[in-house]
């Protein structure tokens, strides 16, 4: 019978697997921002070109629009749609991306001198702090932070003298500014890298002229990589966006609220008391792993979103410095002297995590058209209006007002029979004022009756569970006479209502109760 220090590397290692597969098969969701990224796609294969004004909202919009993540949009149109594999081949990718960027994780802190032990004690940090964000299926970000971790191994080469990294790095940053606008996190850690080996060949070489000498080649990568910006279908225009899309403020957006309001401010203040203790033991040995952990802790503080950069730098970073530490060495006896226990409760953390996953069903994406009570917080999709309406054999363009989170969804599924108010490309389309009036009307402030005279609106969506929604519920004729709009549509999820001289031109259905689901794509 294998002894337990054969046992406990495998029962740790399936532990941290488990552990992965369950943080990122808790929200199957279909991600809202993929929607309007594989639509942006669609058009532009259609018109052989990339567009920069906008086609799918009847409401104004930005005169250019600058889509920071059209290539993701690309990879997926192209891995589910083109290939004709849909659901599974974006399960398959989300997988792929998650457990790439978590294994980047384990062998760059490993490199750097982190135990397994070690890392296994700290890595629920990590995953709690930037899991439950980042693998949904999927986000652009996603792809940000495998390109992190990758820039990590690439700076790690430039410390050990091998300079060819940058021939990996230039293509790599020119595919990054082209997925997503995390691509500037990318810009920060090399600049923070420069920085910190500037400071250590001063502090070397007490001469100004050798110091230059052992940074002039990060100067020109960096002035480089500057440059390179502009490589995307837009050119200097991205610059402006990109300043304009991380400087702006969204207090809307839930996800870009300080960490400290959204979720697990307690785990992060241990992170962080964490990485400071591993920090000061380190003095300026680290410097680099330091600065980068106190950047992505404040972006994170900052914006609960940014908790998965963060995660992904500490789970590089701290680990290895905890390994040099005292408390690194107590890790390491408590298993050295409880192998059995270890083994035992990491088998057992295995199969409770596997378990979990395969209870919400880890290989099945969700559309989910109705609030439930185990994602109450979570985006729904108006699948069953938008099936209605593409059964309506519309005669002409419909301008359909919808809420901030169903706008791309009802763009890929129905134009360009339909044209929405809004959808989640937010800053990319559309003025700032544009989700402050989506929000006042969606949840009844007042003056949201004039919203609907504001524009040439043919047909509104209503959530049954917003405040419109259940203000329309409770005196659903006595509203309709007031505004002139009836309902034609109702399901459990969403309504659709229409003036009331346009609602016989529809066949007026009520699916109440009936279960709806989604299909992607």
Same mark, same amino acid.
């Given at each position: ?361 880890? *290989?099945? !994406?969700?559309?989910?058209?109705? %609030? +439930?009570?185990?994602?109450?917080? @979570? /985006?729904? =999709? #108006?699948?069953? &209006? ?25 763009? *890929?599924? !129905?134009?360009?029979?339909?044209? %929405? +108010?809004?959808?989640?490309?937010? @800053? /990319?389309? =559309? #003025?700032?004022? &544009? ?40 005196? @659903? ?45």
């Amino acid at each position: 019978m294998p002894s337990f220090s054969r046992l406990m590397p495998l029962a740790i290692t399936l532990a941290l697997l488990g552990g992965v597969l369950a943080v990122a098969s808790k929200n199957m969701i279909v991600d809202l921002d993929l929607f309007h990224e594989m639509a942006l796609f669609r058009q532009m294969e259609s018109e052989g070109s990339m567009p920069t004004t906008d086609a799918f909202a009847y409401t104004p919009t930005n005169e250019t629009v600058v889509h920071h993540e059209w290539a993701t949009g690309a990879v997926i149109y192209l891995a589910t749609v083109s290939t004709g594999l849909g659901a599974p081949a974006l399960v398959t990718l989300k997988y792929f991306l998650t457990f790439a960027v978590c294994l980047g994780c384990f062998i760059y802190a490993n490199k750097q001198g982190a135990s397994l032990a070690v890392f296994s004690i700290l890595a629920p940090f990590a995953l709690n702090l930037g899991g439950w964000m980042a693998f949904n299926n999927i986000r652009a970000q996603l792809f940000t932070l495998l390109f992190l971790v990758i820039l990590f191994f690439l700076l790690d080469l430039d410390r050990r003298g091998k300079r060819w990294w940058v021939l990996i790095w230039f293509p790599l940053f020119i595919v990054w500014s082209n997925m997503h606008g995390g691509v500037v996190s990318g810009m920060g850690i090399l600049g923070v890298y420069c920085f910190s080996r500037l400071v250590d060949a001063a502090l070397e070489t007490r001469s100004l002229l050798k110091t230059l000498h052992e940074v002039w080649h990060l100067i020109v990568i960096g002035l480089v990589t500057l440059i390179l910006l502009i490589v995307n279908p837009y050119g200097w225009e991205y610059i402006p966006y990109l300043y304009r899309a991380v400087s702006m403020d969204r207090p809307l957006i839930l996800e870009w609220r300080p960490i400290w309001e959204i979720r697990l401010p307690l785990i992060y203040g241990i992170s962080v008391l964490i990485a400071a203790y591993a920090i000061w033991r380190e003095g300026r040995t680290s410097i680099f792993a330091s600065l980068a952990i106190v950047l992505t802790a404040y972006l994170a503080a900052k914006h609960y979103r940014h908790g998965s950069l963060y995660a992904v730098t500490w789970a590089c970073m701290v680990p290895p410095m905890i390994e040099r530490s005292g408390l690194g060495k107590e890790i390491k006896n408590m298993f050295d002297n409880y192998k059995a226990q270890i083994t035992v409760t990491a088998f057992a953390i295995a199969l409770i995590a596997t378990g979990y996953s395969i209870n919400v069903r880890f *290989w099945e !994406l969700k559309i989910p058209n109705q %609030v +439930s009570k185990t994602q109450k917080h @979570e /985006v729904i =999709y #108006p699948a069953g &209006a938008a099936d209605y309406l593409s059964e309506q054999n519309l005669k002409s363009e419909l301008n359909l007002f919808v809420p901030f989170s169903a706008g791309a969804f009802v763009q *890929w599924k !129905l134009y360009p029979q339909v044209k %929405v +108010s809004i959808d989640s490309r937010y @800053e /990319v389309a =559309y #003025p700032d004022s &544009a989700i402050v009036e989506n929000d006042d009307f969606y949840k009844a402030r007042e003056g949201w009756q004039d919203t609907l005279q504001r524009y040439d609106t043919h047909a509104v969506l209503v959530p049954v569970n917003s405040p419109l929604g259940e203000l329309l519920a409770k005196n @659903e004729s006595q509203m309709a006479k007031q505004i002139g709009w009836s309902s034609i549509y109702k399901d459990s999820g969403f309504a659709l209502y229409v003036p009331e001289a346009e609602s016989e031109k529809f066949t007026p259905i009520d699916r109440t109760g009936e279960p709806i689901k989604g299909v992607f794509p």
